[in-house]
Nanobody, 124 residues
Framework: VQLQASGGGLVQAGGSVRLSCAASGRSFSTYGMGWFRQAPGKEREFVGG????????SYADSVKGRFTISRDNAKNTVYLHMNSLKPEDTAVYYCASQYGGSRVGKGTYEYEYWGQGTQVTVSS
């Protein structure tokens, strides 16, 4: 599986950004997808995830109600819709493919392949 993330950039606080992650390789609907982020000096943390067929989603408390994850299995793409952005959302965002597809994992060890990361910077 190869993952290519895109859509990051500079945005003002309160604004919105949509990240995309295009996958190639193994059948896309058979594995869950997750988004993680890593700010300078901090560990990589779970942001949100979605099961293989999109029936199950899960979010970190810090983004719940502001971020939405979705997927289009026909396009082999997962999205992270980020609204009401805050300066503390500034980080490199990574998409990742999970080992399985029936649930959403929150630990990095549950994910097999990782995209290259895309920077999101929120100015105050």
């Amino acid at each position: 599986v190869q993952l290519q993330a895109s859509g990051g950039g500079l945005v003002q606080a309160g604004g919105s950004v949509r990240l995309s992650c295009a996958a190639s390789g193994r059948s896309f609907s058979t594995y869950g997808m997750g988004w993680f982020r890593q700010a300078p000096g901090k560990e990589r943390e779970f942001v949100g995830g979605i099961s293989g067929r999109g029936a199950i989603t899960s979010y970190a408390d810090s983004v719940k109600g502001r971020f939405t994850i979705s997927r289009d299995n026909a396009k082999n793409t997962v999205y992270l819709h980020m609204n009401s952005l805050k300066p503390e959302d500034t980080a490199v965002y990574y998409c990742a493919s999970q080992y399985g597809g029936s649930r959403v994992g929150k630990g990095t060890y549950e994910y097999e392949y990782w995209g290259q990361g895309t920077q999101v910077t929120v100015s105050s």
